[in-house]
Nanobody, 125 residues
Framework: QVQLVESGGGLVQAGGSLRLSCAAS????????MGWFRQAPGKEREFVAAISGSGRRIAYADSVKGRFTISRDNAKNTVYLQMNNLKPEDTAVYYC??????????????????WGQGTQVIVSS
């Protein structure tokens, strides 16, 4: 069982930055692929970024490439999402998920077994 708790969301102006954190419980954190997904009002949840357990494999959605950076610290059981040059269309609830394997680049929700409660990000124009 893995419990995930996101933090770091908030209100920011367009062009600003935020860093999201996702703290995980358990002693097997380094074996999990971690992903960030987001859900905007009225839209389905979508993939943002994923990182394999070792950190060697990383994938991003095209919409965030060059602006967002995913990283992890296995000693702290934490995965991060650094978000720069934020745009109003980045407004969403951001969720982190844990998957036991790096399948399909971590982009598919169905491979994630555990989810956090989400953290709200609002980007004003």
């Amino acid at each position: 069982q893995v419990q995930l708790v996101e933090s770091g969301g908030g209100l920011v102006q367009a062009g600003g930055s935020l860093r999201l954190s996702c703290a995980a419980s358990g002693r097997t954190f380094s074996t999990y692929t971690m992903g960030w997904f987001r859900q905007a009002p009225g839209k389905e949840r979508e993939f943002v970024a994923a990182i394999s357990g070792s950190g060697r494999r990383i994938a991003y959605a095209d919409s965030v490439k060059g602006r967002f950076t995913i990283s992890r610290d296995n000693a702290k059981n934490t995965v991060y999402l650094q978000m720069n040059n934020l745009k109003p269309e980045d407004t969403a609830v951001y969720y982190c998920g844990a998957s036991p394997s790096y399948v399909s680049g971590g982009v598919e929700e169905r491979w994630y077994h555990y989810w956090g409660q989400g953290t709200q990000v609002i980007v004003s124009s």
